[in-house]
């Protein structure tokens, strides 16, 4: 990969367009009133040296399938990568730049993909801007070895990414680069805006560490410090980084923040709230920059633009990829189909036969985990894009399926290990599915979805397919004891805005969950997952039932009347039907059972049917070995919830969920109560 | 500190002090059936040459003020703990051995504190039990500082703590190993369990770390890599870190998992399994154990008994004390009031007063973050144990106050810039509250308290009294977007068990929170606190009423019957008040406003006082800017809430707080709609 841009660099115009930069950054931050403008002033230089000089993209076509991936993991300095794309080319129009952080705008306080041509990720929560980072050269690395083919190297891309203090106190950070030197991926390039100031203000009195060192610990190559202001010495260093194949690199930039605010630059002041007006007449003096706020004089438009430099590099590759179709059509094919995250053609009519298959051949109790690998089994094969992974619980998780390849540092897979590590799996999942290609998913116990928390709300956020698998989901699990045994999580997950949840009841259920998890758009799922067996209950024919949510599992008997609803989810829907069978043998209370495996696809349907499901009328009781909150909007004041709001204890599961109550016979009784009360 | 015990350690007396540890583990999880035998087998012999030479503990008392902490962050290995408390004299009898794991018996699958003598802190969820070991030797460092005097080092103990592999692949390792070398905190010794095997398999996979150069590249003394099974290396080793003054100290012990066990020693399948009966008995027999199962030789019984040696210790140090307070009488009494965790025989009266004071001086409107941050100016000076801070923003959440000094590597004070460490920041509390003598506190926007969701959990799950001060507390922070802005944040911490989580309207509300959650005894607290000013709306003479966690902030007018109630909390109270006013003024419903800063208090209330608050057959409709689901349990089916269950967007304040709908129209709108309904 060669330079991609002749401009000088370190001349007066390079450090004009550094200034361009600086002086878009302080005036929007100053007309918004709100804004973080030290980060991109301090960061000008790297912007330039990367973007005019290194980073191989197309402005015009920000989904460019082969285009760098550019990541600013220090979202709060978004007006860098606003000023970047608005200066290069991008569909980000000056009066974008002047909205600045106001409602509707496509510059919103921390950037937003999907929201903003030529943003990669949502970045903001810091830490993970790095991971996603790491998913993306995963990706790459992983899409390179299964369709490049000798001559025709057309997935072949690096992925940038700028960071700060904060990102690397972070532990995610940490999970990050460890996974990334283990898995050499030597086509990512973390350039480090090394300031020494956070918030709190120098972070010696905090952060002690010698990055380059712990970065060297972990099997990076490190470049640096260098003088982050010096374009020809940033150049070179990343010139240099691109040599390396084996190993990411990270670059040290010593940086003044705020640089060039006079009195200011250098100190905590200048993060983030705006430099006020003395301050920016100042430093426009001191720049001698004498443009008026957000206008860009003529000659640094020209230098920056990089549409033609942009639409001569896609034609290249177009040309490569025209070339590569005509010599192996159905990898072209397959390529294309995968890029626009499309299933495959065939996919509805099979996996619907897979689920099927897999629900008349469960005739005995089984874990739904193991429903979930038996699953994944019969529906990987239909899915090459497939990226499975644990947090290092694949023997547990049961997320490995029949031959599935494990992603060595030498070898390329479909499976991979990221080790104890929730937070940073979840983050690379979420690179992994913003790079496009692949569907990532990846497991760990229902716990430790704490650990993770903020990446899935991420996904959610950002729209992702990513599928999280999360075993041992409640009480159930027994011994491990209440580290270990979700309390509040199934609740509390059910929260996140635009966040499937399923926790199914038995092997039909899971499968239907699988499919509908994969065949989302426009969001993340958990699969939440029993430890133990669960009896079946349900059947083949209902699974477009099952796929509405929430759906009559079983009802009274025909010719009469129903006199409560049991709402259960996935190890208490067994203990509902059992509930349900002896309150008509013995009482002859007639019971319907709605099984509910996703409120949120139930809540989804139209209003009539889930009235039809859940007659408003109806004494409703819900029981889920979890917290009870959650269910209180279907149960009403007059319901009741059978679940469980304190920690758990140590013990076999069978004795804990007798010891917590979750039997047929309080179930019973909540609902002869209900019933009573409600003649 | 010199060697505590003579027994020789390389020996065979060494060893099979060793192989006792080995088979009362591999016993007792045989006997549940379940249970970890692989790491506890691996770190026998780190055992031995801890607690049989250098541990400074009293098996009599697991209370003394002065003994050395003990941390097993793996806390998995529990078998390893509950044999060496049981070995060396605590109050831990065979009886409890035998029903590892089993219901309501002292040895719960992972160490849990308070349930068993001995045990420091609850362990399981990886990587934390470092952290908390970090707070146990900062709050040491920092009590040492504060009570010492000239020949009297009453506080001079160490932290010790075992780790595994999967501790360090955790993002919050490096959070509590940065933090822990920048402030250099001396007394803390780490032995690392590196046996090269995760649940995954051979480590190499996916953390290929240099761990000794890392941590060196974090400012601590490292020593080996050693043989982890060669007692005289690990006294060594041992000794040599007790001389290090300056820096933590990391022991790298090479161990084979499962040591000992045939044909299944340095795999996986040791890891989590039961060995079964034949791999035991070859096991034995390779041993040559001849002992039955849960019965100690008595050879081995004698040297493994510390309390004489522990009795001894402690009267030396009683001893010391005792010349202390004869020395220094009001510092011993502080001690010692600190050590119970009383508050100041003061403190009630004058909290008291100082929130009649907050609340008579609060006459405009103000952000609650500063209230709070006025509530602390007040408070601190009454609570000398106090320990604030932040994770890197100060000067957003207001936790620094008046006179507060800042805790630097070589000063001692009470605040601490944790950097940006959300979850190393409260694990290290939890740390600092379990070791005594400190009540911590630490604050960040609350979108990030999903950062540090599982060690808030944990606080809850150890009964700690911790604060964790949450600013930005909603849609309302405005500009900073949807990545900083709490939707799902409120609703879900408050499922956490044992959490009370305080979100206050004005300054009276926050300073009784502040109150409640620093007398708070039995867990943890979390203020939930507005970025913008709020109005004034509670009086002085409520402030019992707050206390309560709901309360009547405003009711109809004298003489006529309440048609409706608003519930709101914090931003929104000030909304329900002004749609009250209206509904009143133009259409004459008569509206009451309960305020509700703590469900927790709440709903932990006599049943006849929430009714009265709250009347069952009242139409009632809760104002939250936050994830509605929470509220269905207080407003039935027949309520209403508004609030928010979608992502936010960047924009000032003030303009989402319209766009979304948090509007005096929208609440009377509910309000009229619900009572016409009633009708």
């Known amino acids: 990969m060669t330079t991609q841009n002749t401009a000088p660099l370190d001349g007066a115009l390079g450090r004009r367009m550094a200034d361009t930069i600086r002086m878009l950054a302080v005036d929007a931050v100053q007309q918004a009133n709100s804004g973080h403008p030290g980060a991109p002033m301090g960061m000008a230089e790297m912007g330039v040296a990367l973007w005019a000089r290194h980073l191989r993209h197309n402005p015009a076509n920000p989904h460019w399938a082969d285009r760098d991936r550019f990541v600013l993991s220090n979202g709060h300095a978004s007006m860098l ?9 991008y569909d980000l129009p000056m009066d974008e730049i002047r909205r600045f952080r106001q409602l509707g705008s496509k510059t919103p306080g921390h950037p937003e993909v999907h929201l903003t041509p030529g943003v990669e990720t949502t970045t903001g929560p810091l830490g993970q801007g790095l991971a996603n980072a790491v998913g993306m050269a ?12 000798e001559g025709f190297p057309i997935v072949d891309h690096r992925t940038w990414v700028f960071l700060g203090d904060g990102c690397l106190m972070e532990g995610i950070s940490q999970e990050a680069i460890s996974l990334a030197g283990t898995l050499k991926l030597g086509k990512l390039v973390a350039l480090y805006d090394d300031n020494g100031i956070s918030i709190d203000g120098d972070v010696a009195g905090w952060f002690g560490d010698d990055t380059p060192a712990r970065f060297r610990a972990c099997g990076w190559n490190v470049i640096g410090p260098l003088d982050g202001h010096d374009l020809a010495a940033l150049d070179a260093a990343i010139t240099q980084a691109t040599a390396v194949q084996d190993q990411p690199t990270l670059i040290v930039c010593r940086t003044t923040i705020g640089k060039g605010a006079i009195g200011q630059e250098g100190t905590a002041d200048v993060h983030g709230a705006p430099l006020g007006a003395a301050a920016i007449a100042a430093l426009r003096q001191h720049l001698g920059w004498t443009a008026p706020p ?5 000659d640094l438009r020209a230098a920056w633009n990089g549409r033609s430099a942009g639409a001569a590099r896609q034609a290249g590759w177009d040309a490569l990829f025209a070339r590569y179709a005509a010599a192996h ?3 072209a094919a397959e390529f294309q189909r995968r890029q626009r995250g499309a299933l495959p053609a065939a996919w509805a009519a099979q996996a619907d036969l897979a689920v099927m298959a897999l629900a008349e051949a469960s005739t005995k109790p089984v874990a739904t985990r193991r429903a979930s690998q038996l699953a994944l089994d019969a529906l990987a094969p239909l899915l090459p894009e497939l990226l499975g992974g644990s947090a290092d619980l694949t023997g547990s998780n049961l997320t490995n399926f029949a031959g599935c390849r494990t992603v060595t540092p030498g070898q ?5 290990s990221y080790g104890v590590r929730e937070f940073g799996m979840a983050a690379v999942m979420n690179g992994v599915a913003l790079h496009g290609g692949l569907l990532p998913f990846g497991g760990t116990f229902l716990t430790f979805s704490d650990y993770s928390r903020n990446a899935i709300r991420m996904a959610a956020l950002m729209q992702q397919r990513v599928v999280h698998v999360f075993t041992h989901d409640s009480i159930g699990l027994g011994e491990d004891g209440p580290t270990h045994q979700p309390i509040e999580q199934v609740a509390s997950l059910r929260l996140i805005p635009g966040l499937d949840l399923w926790r199914p009841a038995d092997a039909l259920e899971t499968a239907v969950a699988w499919v509908q998890a994969l065949q989302r758009t426009d969001g993340p799922s958990a699969l939440v997952l029993s430890r ?3 009896p079946i209950v349900s059947r083949p024919a209902q699974r477009a039932d099952v796929a509405r949510g929430g759906y009559v599992l079983a009802d009274a008997p025909a010719g009469q009347p129903v006199q409560a609803v049991i709402i259960a989810t996935g190890s208490e829907v067994g203990l509902a039907m059992e509930a349900r069978r002896r309150l008509q043998a013995e009482e002859g209370i007639a019971v319907r059972v709605v099984s509910m495996p996703c409120t949120q696809r139930f809540d989804a349907q139209p209003a009539d049917w889930c009235d039809a499901v859940l007659p408003p009328s109806l004494p409703t009781v819900a029981v889920e070995a979890g917290h ?34 979750f039997t047929a016979d309080a179930v019973m009784a909540a609902v002869r109560q209900r019933v009573a009360a409600s003649h």
Chains 1, 2 share one sequence.
Do not use: C
Request: aromatic fraction near 12%.
């Open 138 to 149: 995963l990706a790459e690395k992983l899409l390179a070895a299964e369709f490049n083919r």
């Open 81 to 89: 990568l606003y000023a970047l794309l608005h200066l290069t080319g």
């Open 532 to 534: 133990q067996a669960l």
């Open 412 to 416: 390329a897979g479909n499976y991979l």
């Open 628 to 661: 009870p909150d959650g269910w209180r909007r279907y149960t009403g004041r007059s319901g009741a919830v059978v679940g469980i709001a304190r920690f758990g204890e140590s013990a076999p599961g069978p004795a804990l969920m007798q010891h917590f109550g």
């Open 329 to 331: 059509p159905a990898l």
């Open 294 to 298: 957000f206008e860009v004089p003529d």
